[in-house]
């Protein structure tokens, strides 16, 4: 993972943080999530597993808990979905 610094009005940074509040997250995860979201179109799934995460990402209850753990992940698609 890499880091990024970034200017941001004191607008935006007011709803970063009532943001963080709300969903009991690190601004960094908050960030992330969004960026995903505005950038989902530009992305390029790596994996198969990477590809089936993208597609139900939000879909799912405690994703902000949990860590997705791709080499798991692939095990248990090609075990389970064949």
Known sequence: MSTLTVEIPQTLEAALRA????????????????????????????????LWVSQWRGELRGKEKAAIDEERLSHLLNKHLR
């Open 19 to 50: 943001t963080r509040v709300r969903r009991q997250m690190p601004e960094s995860a908050v960030v992330c999530e969004l960026l995903e979201q505005a950038l989902k179109s530009e992305m390029i799934p790596s994996s198969d597993a990477a």
